[in-house]
């Protein structure tokens, strides 16, 4: 078997709001699956080579479980425009030239590079509608180190026309096809993802539902995110009631179902989610951004939800999951200045639960550092700025997130693999 | 006289919302007085040195209206705790250690650094109770090439017995003492700054009053930060109907007064703002993170005040304004939503302009580049990122605010001088 030991000062988030902290301690590994972290190195690694990481934190790496893979080259521009020009002056001209695999290629290494880089180890990532793009897509993440699910986009109406669209047809033997071709993968797998109602045919969705039944396929989409939307589906789906109905009477409503954003999503909504067991991805940057305003967290975590982040880039500005937190953070703070200081803000310790231990749930693992989880782990080296008094280790992973120091990851694990060192 | 020419793309902020683009174009000063933007460069300008800028951005640089110089060593901590916990536990045991002169050189220098690689050429800034660091601050400033005001901190009531305090007569002799050594700074000057009303006496403020009027030195402070501050003062100055009116009613409440915050200021402080002269300085970051609430920036606007903007480190989190741009947007757009999408959030040119031009006006300089003002400038060069299409210097620009591009600073000049570059 082979072993992996980093030495460091572990911080890891075993429940929501608490940190587990082991000064100067081990973190095992075997086979790149965590046999435990010890104050002391256990007789049985005796010999075992130890990578000391000195007075570093080492840390759960991210999970981004919402973002959009070709908007990548157009983050933070457009910020100005309301949700209807933004998509039709950025988001689909900047999709659209993922038709071409070679700019593809150029910029999904980039992203995948960046990914890593930053910390982010698991991913659940819409890619465009372009099945080779995507097929790139998923080399790239998966080349760099990158885990977890992509999918290509479906969206075989209300799209941009001679710009990006695909008929109901395309759609579904894309789909095939793309599926085919994922088998080459051992740790990016594919995701369905019927971009949102308004984007897809019922007959689009009852075929995207049939499939994930027969094959066993997760699925992504977005719900609730903005007032307009929620109105449009209501039109669209004059015999739902509600919007992830849309969803649920196709087939698409499962505990593996992803739904970004669930910003106006009520306690109806919200019994739905549980009951099903779907998980809530947390977009707080892009809610912002946006302007379609800020997710009931805190309601949604006291009911039992399941709730992970997303970076939502392009709607979100920044790939950085320590800008991640830190903005579900600061929108929590809003929502309870909003309510008269009476919801309870997202403390650090949850914030960082929801960036980590949270968003791992999705991909079969326990909270924090836990025997049996593979080993996905970061380096933190945050020695930067002046200290006015020895910080503990719990200060200094606050600090790592309010500064939102991506430039302390020192080194990345992912799945038991070293990914990255930033030497 | 000595000529500067700096060749690039010259985007500057004009009027609020409006950005003056010029590519490729010639910003010219002499003696360190801008001369004008051209297109093409006057033939009178012939011969003279061209700092060749490339397809860089050439941008104004920010003014930082409000920040705590002593509370840099705890950026990004205690951001968990009520204000009170976080004076108490982090805030004032920090700005304790600034007794120690040493220890406050090894800072300031940082702080002073920081600032100028981020482009911060103007601030007017908090120091905290202690003379001999006050200067030490104002000295490292200076040499650093920032510009603008400095205050040592009087609070002779509700301080942090045995850890943080003054008597009245210390107070007041200290800051004569002071201001008696300010004499040697030419860049950085004196800025009388009661902390805010809870800290002071009525005999204190009545003396720094006096010494305003008598010495003619602009006054800082903080007002309306939050409701709890707001009802304490009310029981403090029980003859006084608002907050503004403790700093009125002993002559600190003129044309060159700035406070900070004004989170809470209803119409009739506000037009007691507006009549004065009063400049509003917003601190979005640090109204977040503390929890105090959503200045009313838009209306603030609209009513004519002069509104500037602060990172007010260290209940902001960061020095960078690129950061604090965006904060005053994000914040704007949080508003936004509130307000049933009605009140208009800050677009880039506007909160652009507030971290700019607005700040400079209070150093008596006209918008943007503007023939006349000393030369304050960045150079910008933004090529980390794909670009979806040939993007605009606008929308660099924006692209740089929104992802807080600090690491794009390549040059900054203050005052007239280079006193940075990033090779």
């Given at each position: 078997?082979a072993i992996t030991i980093l030495k460091g000062n572990i911080v ?12 100067h301690g081990y973190l095992v590994a075997?086979?790149g ?15 075992a080579p130890v990578e000391d990481c000195g007075d570093a934190l080492i840390v759960q790496s991210f ?46 290494r980039q992203l995948a590079a960046e990914l890593i880089s930053g910390g982010t180890t ?18 790239e993440l998966?080349k760099a180190g990158v ?172 790939l950085n999951m320590f ?52 080993l996905h782990a970061i380096v933190l080296a945050d020695d930067a700025l ?7 280790p719990?200060?200094r992973l606050?600090r790592c997130?309010?500064r939102r120091q991506k430039d302390a990851v020192r080194a990345v694990w992912s799945a038991g693999r070293k990914v990255y060192s930033a030497e």
């Open positions: 078997m890891s988030a075993p429940e929501l709001g608490k940190l587990d902290v082991t000064e075997g086979d699956i965590i046999c435990g972290v010890f104050a002391q190195l256990p007789e049985q690694y005796a010999g999970a981004d479980l919402h973002l959009h893979a070709p908007q990548y080259p157009m983050l933070g521009t457009g910020m100005d425009l309301q949700l209807l020009d933004w998509l039709n002056t950025y988001t689909f001209p900047t999709e659209a030239r993922f038709a071409d695999v070679d700019y593809a290629r150029t910029i999904y698991r991913v659940c990532m819409f890619s465009s509608l372009h099945t080779d793009a995507t097929l790139v897509l998923m080399e998966e885990t977890g699910y992509v999918g290509k986009v479906n969206m075989d109406r209300n799209a941009a026309p001679g710009v990006l669209e695909e008929t109901t047809e395309e759609s579904k033997a894309e789909t095939l096809r793309w599926l085919e071709a994922c088998g080459q993968f051992k740790y990016i797998k594919p995701m369905l993802t019927p971009r949102f109602t308004p984007s897809c045919t019922d007959e689009l969705m009852a075929f995207l539902g049939k499939l994930s039944a027969e094959k066993k396929l997760p699925v992504q989409s977005h719900l609730s995110e903005n007032q307009k939307e929620i109105a449009w589906v209501r039109e669209l789906h004059p015999d739902c009631t509600q919007y992830w109905e849309t969803y649920a009477k196709f087939g698409l409503w499962d505990d593996r179902t992803l739904m970004a954003h669930c910003v106006w999503s009520d306690a109806r909504e919200r019994k739905a989610m549980k009951d099903a067991g779907v998980t809530v991805v947390h977009c707080a940057d892009s809610n912002v951004n946006v302007c379609s305003g800020a997710a009931p967290v805190r309601v949604m975590l006291d009911e039992g939800l399941k709730v992970a982040l997303g970076s939502d880039i392009a709607g979100g500005d920044h800008d991640v937190v830190t903005s579900a953070i600061r929108t929590s703070k809003t929502v309870h200045v909003r309510d008269n200081w009476e919801t309870p803000f997202l403390t650090v310790p949850e914030g960082w639960y929801l960036g980590t231990s949270a968003g791992a749930a999705y991909f079969g693992e326990k909270p924090g550092f836990a025997v049996g989880n593979p002046p200290q006015p008094h020895p910080l503990t719990a200060e606050e997130v309010y």
